[in-house]
């Protein structure tokens, strides 16, 4: 099974645009992801710049509205994640536990839905059809350029 | 005992068994041993931990007491030794276990030496499975007794003899150096990929497939191609379990009956395994690789994995990349594969004719996948009598009931006159 390790890092939801972790954690965070390759679980990862650079959509009364960071009422926001694959959410636990986090950091363990979880009233053979067929179309046009 | 402990335990020892045997194994030259130490540990952990909790680093906790003993062990075998007189013997063959090492500077080589020795040659294939799921993959005698559907007493007794045979075979605990290697690795790589197989289409029992046998093959490949990152044949193994393992939920249907790959929806495809069997495929060919058994297969999987729809498949290629392959391993079963390609590339009666020439393969008799294609280019030129007795003698061969009903149901689907149009 999947999890999403969801690192938030507080104080991140007020941080200056292109503000970057310090050298010292960069090195330790490194370590700790070459461990997690290393054990065969890390399936992938990434880290978001603050939400000071980013924009949120929201669609009160059913239309877009645009909303450019940062974010006033964000009381908690995301640093980054890792997908990892393991046995059971203990063993997810067990990999988050070993992160070397920082005092204002805080990992959030979430499991990935997978398309089995979606039953037929979720997700009718239709829709699954007509999501098969944008991506052929998308395909078919990339390449005719 | 509460649960919630054991539950950390077990994860715990997922992360760590592995990793704990291997830095026994080096330390006591002997895997048996070092897997009954460890498992000492393990029920340590059981009985100390659910009343002081888990400690910070559980790893470490675990090498200690396994190391621990392993001091005792020694001591005891060493006073045995010198009531018996024979003291001298150890010394004769070269050997003081070696305690002062620090186990964690080297327990990448150690991992390596124990996937080596754990499919050793000197092993049957089964007892290398067995014994690689046990050390490498932490699973219990009970788990593996499951994935391979065979009785628990008989996967106890096969790990108990592989030991021995171990033991008895003077198996050096070593990383294989020169000639050695290739074949060697290849062993290992056979494992793997056979415990993955097992996983993915299951040869027997009520499920088509079992995914965490696969889960557990490919978390072992990739921490092989973590150790040994200038193998490309490894790295073409991982990009072919990737890709193949990116189908599986595609591969059964609702009420968990098999969809071949041409039939599969392709939106359920696993994208991210995918791109990681893509990009591990690119690895394996820049480490000039290409043309291994197993990156050829990626490469042949890489091309399904790369048509979005089934019509925009690169048939020529991948007939091309059978050709490779059968000049590589020539087989019966790679020559089938071939024909399934040559059909769709150049049309059924190509591919019938080459199915028609390896029929009476003796490696082929019993296979029920050749009746399964045969029948299927049969169908395709409409000669359906003969299409149908191929479907139920292919559906009279194979074991896995899934896939009996499937065959069973393309026999029941034919009648004469009426051709099925798709």
Same mark, same amino acid.
């Not at chain 1, 330790?28 to 992801?33: L, R, S, T, V, W």
């Not at chain 2, 769709?344 to 199915?355: N, R, S, T």
């Given at each position: 099974?999947?999890?999403?390790?969801?690192?938030?890092?507080?104080?991140?939801?007020? +941080?200056?645009?292109?503000?970057?972790?310090?050298?010292?954690?960069?090195?330790?965070?490194?370590?700790?992801?070459?461990?997690?390759?290393?054990?065969?679980?890390?399936? $992938?990862?990434?880290?978001?710049?603050?939400?000071?650079?980013?924009?949120?959509?929201?669609?009160?009364?059913?239309?877009?509205?645009?909303?450019?960071?940062?974010? $006033?009422? $964000?009381?908690?926001?995301?640093?980054?994640?890792?997908?990892?694959?393991?046995?059971?959410?203990?063993? +997810?636990?067990?990999?988050?536990?070993?992160?070397?986090?920082?005092?204002?950091?805080?990992?959030?363990?979430?499991?990935?839905?997978?398309?089995?979880?979606?039953?037929?009233?979720?997700?009718?053979?239709?829709?699954?059809?007509? +999501?098969?067929?944008?991506?052929?179309?998308?395909?078919?046009?990339?390449?005719?350029? | 005992?509460?649960?919630?402990?054991?539950?950390?335990?077990?994860?715990?020892?997922?992360?760590? &068994?592995?990793?704990?045997?291997?830095?026994?194994?080096?330390?006591? #030259?002997?895997?048996?041993?070092?897997?009954?130490?460890?498992?000492?540990?393990?029920?340590?952990?059981?009985?100390?931990?659910?009343? @002081?909790?888990?400690?910070?680093?559980?790893?470490?906790?675990?090498?200690?007491?396994?190391?621990?003993?392993?001091?005792?062990?020694?001591?005891?075998?060493?006073?045995?030794?010198?009531?018996?007189?024979?003291?001298?013997?150890? !010394?004769?063959?070269?050997?003081?276990?070696?305690?002062?090492?620090?186990?964690?500077?080297?327990?990448?080589?150690?991992?390596? *030496?124990?996937?080596?020795?754990?499919?050793?040659?000197?092993?049957?294939?089964?007892?290398?499975?067995?014994?690689?799921?046990r050390l490498l993959c932490g699973l219990t005698t009970d788990e593996i007794a499951r994935a391979f559907l065979v009785p628990e007493?008989?996967?106890?007794?096969?790990?108990?003899?592989?030991?021995?045979?171990?033991?008895?075979?003077?198996?050096?605990?070593?990383?294989?150096?020169? /000639?050695?290697?290739?074949?060697?690795?290849? &062993?290992?790589?056979? %494992?793997?990929?056979?415990?993955?197989?097992?996983?993915? @289409?299951?040869?027997?029992?009520?499920?088509?497939?079992?995914?965490?046998?696969?889960?557990?093959?490919?978390?072992? !490949?990739?921490?092989?191609?973590?150790?040994?990152?200038? /193998?490309?044949?490894?790295?073409?193994?991982?990009?072919?379990?990737?890709?193949?393992?990116? #189908?599986?939920?595609?591969?059964?249907?609702?009420?968990?009956?098999?969809?071949?790959?041409?039939?599969?929806?392709?939106?359920?495809?696993?994208?991210?395994? %995918?791109? *990681?069997?893509? @990009?591990?495929?690119? *690895?394996?060919?820049?480490?000039?690789?290409?043309?291994?058994?197993?990156?050829?297969?990626?490469?042949?999987?890489?091309?399904?994995?790369?048509?979005?729809?089934?019509?925009?498949?690169?048939?020529?290629?991948?007939?091309?990349?059978?050709?490779?392959?059968?000049?590589?391993?020539?087989?019966?079963?790679?020559?089938?594969?071939?024909?399934?390609?040559?059909?769709?590339?150049?049309?059924?009666?190509?591919?019938?004719?080459?199915?028609?020439?390896?029929?009476?393969?003796?490696?082929? #008799?019993?296979?029920?996948?050749?009746?399964? %294609?045969?029948?299927?280019?049969? /169908?395709?030129?409409?000669?359906?009598?003969?299409?149908?007795?191929?479907?139920?003698?292919?559906? @009279?061969?194979?074991?896995?009931? *899934?896939?009996?009903?499937?065959?069973?149901?393309?026999?029941?689907?034919?009648?004469?006159?009426? #051709?099925?149009?798709?």
């Amino acid at each position: 099974m999947r999890f999403m390790m969801l690192m938030i890092p507080k104080g991140y939801e007020s +941080a200056k645009p292109g503000t970057m972790p310090d050298p010292e954690a960069v090195a330790a965070m490194m370590k700790y992801n070459e461990d997690l390759q290393k054990a065969g679980v890390l399936l $992938a990862l990434d880290g978001l710049h603050p939400p000071s650079m980013g924009a949120r959509v929201s669609f009160a009364g059913g239309k877009p509205k645009v909303t450019d960071g940062p974010f $006033a009422e $964000a009381k908690e926001v995301l640093g980054g994640y890792w997908m990892i694959q393991v046995k059971s959410r203990e063993e +997810a636990i067990e990999w988050a536990k070993r992160c070397p986090g920082s005092e204002n950091e805080v990992i959030e363990i979430r499991q990935v839905q997978e398309m089995s979880d979606f039953d037929e009233k979720i997700l009718p053979p239709k829709v699954r059809a007509s +999501a098969q067929a944008i991506g052929d179309r998308l395909a078919r046009k990339s390449k005719k350029r | 005992m509460p649960s919630a402990t054991h539950s950390a335990i077990e994860a715990v020892w997922r992360i760590e &068994s592995a990793k704990i045997v291997a830095g026994l194994a080096r330390m006591t #030259r002997d895997v048996g041993l070092a897997e009954e130490l460890a498992q000492e540990a393990l029920v340590a952990a059981l009985e100390k931990w659910p009343e @002081s909790g888990v400690p910070d680093n559980p790893g470490a906790w675990l090498m200690a007491a396994a190391k621990n003993r392993a001091l005792d062990h020694f001591r005891h075998s060493k006073l045995i030794a010198a009531k018996h007189e024979e003291i001298g013997r150890e !010394s004769e063959e070269g050997f003081t276990p070696n305690f002062d090492a620090n186990l964690e500077d080297d327990i990448g080589d150690d991992l390596l *030496r124990l996937i080596f020795t754990a499919c050793h040659p000197v092993l049957s294939t089964e007892a290398r499975a067995a014994l690689t799921l046990r050390l490498l993959c932490g699973l219990t005698t009970d788990e593996i007794a499951r994935a391979f559907l065979v009785p628990e007493p008989t996967v106890a007794q096969r790990i108990v003899r592989a030991k021995r045979t171990l033991a008895e075979a003077r198996v050096l605990f070593e990383v294989p150096r020169g /000639e050695e290697l290739g074949a060697r690795l290849a &062993s290992v790589l056979e %494992v793997i990929y056979l415990v993955f197989n097992e996983g993915y @289409s299951a040869t027997a029992g009520e499920d088509w497939t079992r995914p965490a046998l696969c889960e557990d093959a490919l978390r072992l !490949s990739r921490i092989l191609a973590e150790l040994a990152p200038q /193998e490309p044949e490894v790295l073409g193994l991982v990009a072919l379990m990737e890709i193949q393992a990116s #189908r599986l939920h595609a591969r059964t249907g609702p009420s968990g009956e098999p969809i071949l790959l041409m039939d599969q929806d392709r939106s359920r495809w696993d994208h991210l395994l %995918v791109r *990681r069997g893509l @990009s591990a495929l690119e *690895r394996a060919e820049k480490l000039g690789g290409a043309l291994g058994p197993y990156a050829l297969q990626a490469a042949i999987a890489a091309c399904h994995a790369r048509a979005r729809t089934l019509a925009e498949t690169d048939w020529k290629r991948i007939v091309a990349l059978y050709d490779a392959l059968a000049q590589l391993m020539p087989s019966p079963v790679v020559e089938l594969n071939r024909a399934v390609a040559v059909a769709m590339a150049y049309g059924p009666e190509e591919g019938l004719a080459l199915v028609d020439a390896i029929a009476s393969e003796p490696a082929l #008799r019993g296979y029920h996948l050749l009746p399964s %294609v045969r029948g299927d280019f049969l /169908e395709k030129l409409g000669r359906l009598d003969e299409a149908r007795g191929e479907f139920e003698r292919a559906a @009279s061969l194979t074991r896995n009931t *899934r896939e009996i009903r499937l065959l069973l149901e393309r026999a029941a689907g034919l009648h004469p006159g009426l #051709r099925v149009v798709k």
